[in-house]
């Protein structure tokens, strides 16, 4: 089988692709006139983000309370990187969220 390059490949498609018809009733007004988007994120997911946020900010407290400074142990250096990640986590998905909302 032959290989094709980009450009021929381009070049096949461009010339196989079925042409658009022209439709006079479709104009920019029409454009103008579609209702509007609705909201992606809804008070339920928001509700989510908020009971999460709380959750962790109680594990954070607990795991401070916990802690003892003169023997660390590996249960407690488990229990904080599955504390960090999962904060990190948090974050990331609200921040997210937020910057690509469209």
């Known amino acids: 089988m032959d290989k094709i390059d980009d450009s ?6 461009k010339r196989e692709q079925p042409k658009a018809g022209d439709n006079p009733w479709f104009t920019r ?3 103008n006139r ?3 988007k609705k ?23 607990w ?4 802690l003892n400074l003169s023997a660390i142990t590996v249960g407690e250096l488990l229990k904080y990187i599955i504390l960090i990640s999962s904060t990190m986590f948090l974050i990331g998905a609200s921040i997210k969220k937020w ?3 469209d």
Not at 8 to 13: A, F, P, Q, S, V
Not at 63 to 66: A, G, H, P, T, V
Request: with cysteine.
């Open 34 to 36: 579609l209702p509007e």
């Open 39 to 61: 909201e992606k994120f809804n008070w339920i997911e928001n509700l989510i983000y908020i009971l999460c946020g709380v959750i962790c900010v109680l594990c954070w407290k």
């Open 29 to 31: 007004k029409v454009m």
């Open 8 to 13: 021929k490949l381009r070049e096949i498609l």
């Open 63 to 66: 795991f401070i309370e916990d």
């Open 99 to 101: 910057l690509f909302s």
